[in-house]
């Protein structure tokens, strides 16, 4: 038995060049949104509609990381962060998600950049986290070829402008949430719930990814570039064969939708079967550029499901009750599902560096008596068990090269406003004030090397 295999001895060692950072996404922490020539965002529209998130919370101000930045950076430069993936505002840089740059935009994005690497930190910088700029909405949004296209000339910009200061790229952040989320299950912006639209949608956000890629190595840049992909890899309630086949059909939607493309492969068509009302709007040489080779792959993991087999289900299965403890978010603490999703996606994608792009959990956090302190142990719990699933993900072959906690700091938590906190430091709404929680302090021993 290896040594992190057996109880008691623990270690949560790591590869010496691994890649240790944070992560956020611009509408959740930004604020600022009219400041500097910034346009509309679906996510403003969406927030701003009486019922759609909690309390009426919006992303107006939230953690005023806009201005804020410098003091953020200095905590991740406390924490030993190697590197900080944040996203860009697509509206901060062209208003209305197409014609010429905002330049006010572009010089803030790379302040932050510059800013970063005097730290001594690696900007990691995704492209696109759900803020579609509203005008591009109203002509369509995702369900429409043509935003996969504006998208494409927005990612070229980005490339020309940032890329100097850029140490990796992510194209997409979640593009199973924009789509699933956005336009069949209405939960986030837009808020649409038609099933084929949202099919629309996923087809041209793996065509704008494809495209955006295709723009880089047109551009000769070298940095990294890849995609941040929630994929999905259930287990089987039981060894049954009806149940291992249920745990592989849970995988179809939002897993072989999006990296079965990526990959060179078909969109799955037992899927596709189930709902003859969905034609996916494929063109001629559409999944050449969508499977434009990558050069790493990040995944979003925070649960893992339990499923078996139903046949009064389309899908032909259901999730099943689990034993485990949620978080704040109603999500289930698995972390042996990591180091199975870890497996299973090596194997799905073989010779792909993986990295995770999130992981964290949200509990109902608290400042103390004197407003100095947050006591998180339920968080350095989470994360500990999850690093070890790291590890022994790593000690067997899976090429896993970094680790991204979701997130820096309490942030708006799209439509959970402000009452879902995942951060590492503590975010006092009222005055903006930043404390970081034992969780800080835990992560900065691991990635020094030192939390055994």
Request: glycine share 8%; hydrophobic share 40%.
């Amino acid at each position: 038995m290896n040594e992190q295999h057996q109880p008691g001895t623990l270690r949560l060692q790591f590869p010496d060049n691994f890649l240790w950072g944070c992560a956020t996404a611009s509408y959740q922490v930004e604020g600022a949104v009219e400041a500097d020539g910034r346009g509309a965002s679906i996510w403003d529209t969406f927030s701003h509609t009486p019922g759609k998130t909690l309390h009426g919370h919006t992303g107006d101000v939230t953690c005023d990381h806009y201005h804020r930045y410098p003091e953020d950076i200095e905590l991740m430069k406390r924490l030993g962060a190697g590197a900080y993936r944040f996203s860009l505002a697509w509206p901060r840089i062209q208003p209305t998600g197409s014609g010429s740059v905002n330049r006010a935009g572009i010089e803030h994005y790379r302040r932050l950049c510059g800013s970063l690497r005097d730290a001594g930190m690696k900007p990691v910088v995704t492209l696109y986290h759900w803020d579609l700029p509203q005008a591009l909405q109203d002509a369509g949004g995702w369900p429409a070829r043509d935003t996969a296209a504006r998208f494409a000339e927005y990612a070229d910009l980005c490339f020309r402008e940032l890329g100097d200061l850029v140490d990796r790229w992510i194209t997409l952040n979640e593009p199973y949430c924009t789509s699933i989320l956005g336009y069949l299950v209405g939960v986030h912006a837009p808020g649409i719930k038609e099933r084929p639209l949202a099919y629309r949608a996923i087809h041209h956000l793996n065509l704008a990814h494809g495209y955006a890629v295709q723009a880089y190595r047109a551009l000769g840049l070298q940095a990294p570039i890849g995609t941040a992909l929630n994929l999905v890899t259930p287990r089987p309630a039981t060894r049954s064969a009806e149940d291992v086949l249920a745990a592989d059909l849970a995988m179809d939607l939002q897993t072989r939708m999006f990296l079965d493309p990526l990959l060179g492969r078909d969109y799955p068509a037992r899927h596709l079967a189930l709902y003859p009302e969905v034609e996916m709007p494929v063109q001629s040489g559409d999944m050449e550029i969508i499977k434009e080779p990558i050069d790493f792959l990040g995944l979003n993991y925070y649960f893992e499901d339990a499923v078996c087999a139903d046949e009064s289900k389309r899908e032909g299965y259901r999730q099943v009750r689990q034993y485990q403890p949620v978080t704040a978010m109603g999500w289930h603490v698995v972390p042996r599902g990591l180091y199975r999703h870890l497996k299973k996606v090596a194997e799905m994608a073989p010779g792909i560096e993986l990295y995770i792009t999130e992981n964290g959990a949200a509990f109902h956090d608290h400042l103390d008596d004197e407003g100095r302190k947050c006591h998180d142990p339920q968080r350095i719990a989470y994360l500990k068990e999850h690093f070890a699933a790291c590890v022994d993900a790593i000690a067997d072959g899976v090429p896993l090269a970094g680790y991204f906690a979701w997130s820096l700091i309490d942030n708006f938590e799209w439509s959970f406003g402000f009452e879902r906190r995942f951060g590492l430091v503590y975010c006092d709404y009222v005055d903006g004030r930043r404390v970081p929680k034992d969780s800080f302090f835990f992560y900065r021993d691991v990635i020094a090397g030192h939390e055994a």
